[in-house]
């Protein structure tokens, strides 16, 4: 595993590159897109073991920070959505450059799976695949997970808790949108959180894509149907597992689910 | 602010960190090292081991985030050492990586709940130490403090729903199973524990080792006199430590408010750590302090990444 820095002189990145281990050359690669604050600390583990089982397999990977996130230079209020789709088409040229071939697969979890189908279509990048996992498709209700999941990280964690945080939570519907789970977010960057919805989500034609999702997810399962019936390559698999994305691990919440893990490593793996 | 990544220690097995330095000019002749609070990974609760680098760095002060050995980045490590001598040996080869390419010889070790037993074992044997902050790590309240905190949980129940699921929880663990200990930590009675950390702070305190201890509302709502050193606070050497209490911050820094505050206090006491707190007795034979030019003499052990 190398650490680098790559990127336009303006805006460099963080990111860690794991070589294919194969002594042949790596026959594809494999773009790792993070999650959003809290989640992206959640699956940090996660996202190493997997690159590391995929280097194995025989393919490289590229993780890295969004600007403004990770170790990545910039505020946490710095990051945004635009910003971040460039950040993908930056990653990917430096990962085409790197593991010498134009087979790139794209993996994105949660609103780094959004972001991932967001760069498909607006940057020159061309993934061979897009795999994601519990991809956002609708913001506002994601805000609106943040939120309670930041009230519940604060009843949680103090010894008394403020008990006026619920009344809060459901009178103001901005409270804790400045700082979910720690992690300030800019006035933009709520605005285009909340302009998230299925209609201006859209697979990309060139693109075959893979959603893993709880089979209860009535948005995304919707959503899915939608593309389809727009005739673009896309494919729903049902995927249940433990990993509570805004809290943190637990006995019955595991950093590194297994099934999670066997289940994309054979996805991406192919 | 200069900040590159860096993978150093073993060869075989090498470790993950981040280095921080000032963008030019003078720098400090102390540098932090921060680790791994529990199992996340180096940049710290809510991303607050980034926010503390890049301040220290706007005020001279370098630092190295990492992962201890087979934490977030980091290799799993060859040796056999136990997880607390395995922490010491990864943290001095994060204190031979800044003494190498900054020349920095005194390091503050920044350690958050776990993290802050790893930095009282480094301490311990490592004279390099001048400074040592410990957030939530050891905490002794006596029976006073500790009756106190349930019985206002038990008041708080009338008119406070959020506490009902802590008391439900406080009783199942009262009440329930056992549960196995973590085996990655030694499961020693809570005496052993206190005198190990009065035994030890002490011999800091004597060396001249600044120490830091700050502690949240996470374990209390309040505290009328170090209640979470408990027996520990009436011991002489106590009275120099550095002690906090703050009811408004939590254990993982939840809200931004928290967070400006847990910064200004460290940052604060870094500060006046590095510029003259009364420093550890250096070892025999090391070379006197000196403040350090940084950059412009070892631009070529630097890689160059544009400040943030």
């Known amino acids: ?270 | 602010m200069k900040e590159f990544p860096i993978l150093f220690g073993p060869e075989d097995a090498p470790l993950m960190g981040m280095v921080t330095t000032p963008a030019s000019g003078d720098t400090a002749p102390v540098a932090c090292l921060m680790l791994n609070m529990g199992a996340g990974y180096r940049i710290g609760p809510r991303r607050i081991n980034v926010k503390l680098a890049r301040r220290l760095a706007q005020h001279g002060i370098s630092s190295l985030r990492m992962d201890l050995s087979g934490l977030g980045d980091s290799s799993a490590p060859k040796g056999q050492e136990r997880f607390t001598q395995q922490a010491v040996l990864d943290l001095q080869a994060a204190m031979k990586l800044l003494e190498t390419t900054l020349g920095i010889q005194r390091f503050i070790v920044i350690g958050l709940c776990s993290g802050g037993g790893r930095g009282l074992s480094l301490a311990e044997v490592d004279p390099r130490v001048v400074g040592l902050f410990m957030f939530d790590s050891y905490a002794f309240p006596g029976p006073r403090a500790r009756i106190e905190r349930d019985l206002r949980r038990m008041l708080a129940l009338a008119g406070n729903a959020s506490v009902y699921g802590k008391v439900g929880r406080w009783l199942r663990r009262k009440l329930g199973p056992r549960q196995p200990s973590a085996q990655l930590f030694d499961d020693e009675p809570i005496e052993e524990t206190q005198r190990y950390f009065a035994t030890t702070v002490r011999q800091l305190v004597e060396r001249g080792v600044a120490v830091f201890v700050m502690y949240t509302g996470t374990l209390h709502v309040r505290d009328l006199g170090r209640d979470q050193l408990g027996s520990v606070a009436d011991e002489p050497f106590a009275k120099q430590l550095e002690y906090r209490f703050i009811g408004e911050i939590d254990h993982t820094l939840t809200s931004i408010a928290g967070q400006q505050t847990f910064l200004d206090e460290v940052g604060d006491w870094v500060r006046r750590v590095a510029s003259g707190r009364p420093a550890a007795k250096p070892a025999l034979g090391a070379p006197p302090v000196q403040r350090v030019q940084v950059v412009a003499a070892q631009k070529g052990a630097l890689p160059d990444m544009a400040a943030g």
């Open chain 1, 1 to 270: 595993m190398t650490p680098l820095v790559f990127g336009p002189a303006g805006r460099q990145l963080v990111g860690l590159y794991h070589p294919a281990e194969s002594q042949r050359a790596a026959k594809a690669a494999v773009l790792m897109c993070a999650p959003y604050g809290h989640e992206a600390m959640r699956s940090q583990r996660f996202y190493r073991v997997l690159a590391d089982r995929l280097a194995r397999a025989g393919l490289s990977v590229l993780r890295f920070d969004y600007h403004g996130t990770g170790d990545s230079p910039g505020d946490d209020a710095d990051g945004e959505l635009d910003g971040w789709q460039r950040d993908v088409g930056a990653a990917h040229q430096e990962l085409r450059r790197l593991a010498d071939t134009r087979t790139i697969l794209w993996f994105g979890a949660r609103l780094g799976a959004t972001i991932a189908l967001m760069a498909a279509q607006h940057e020159r990048a061309d993934p061979t695949r897009i795999v994601l996992w519990d991809l956002v498709v609708d913001g506002k209700a994601y805000l609106e997970e943040l939120r309670a999941a930041h009230v519940e990280a604060l009843e949680q964690s103090f010894c008394i808790p403020d008990r006026t945080l619920r009344q809060q939570l459901v009178r103001d519907p901005d409270a804790f949108t400045d700082g979910p789970l720690g992690f300030e977010m800019s006035a933009r960057l709520r605005e285009q959180m909340r302009a998230i919805t299925p209609l201006n989500v859209t697979v990309s034609a060139g693109n075959d894509t893979t959603v893993f999702a709880d089979p209860e997810n009535a948005a995304v399962q919707a959503w899915v149907q939608a593309q389809v019936a727009r005739e673009l390559p896309v494919t729903l698999a049902p995927f249940r597992h433990p990993l509570v994305w805004t809290t943190d691990p637990q006995p019955n919440n595991a950093m590194v689910p297994a099934e999670a893990l066997q289940r994309l490593l054979a996805e991406l793996r192919g």
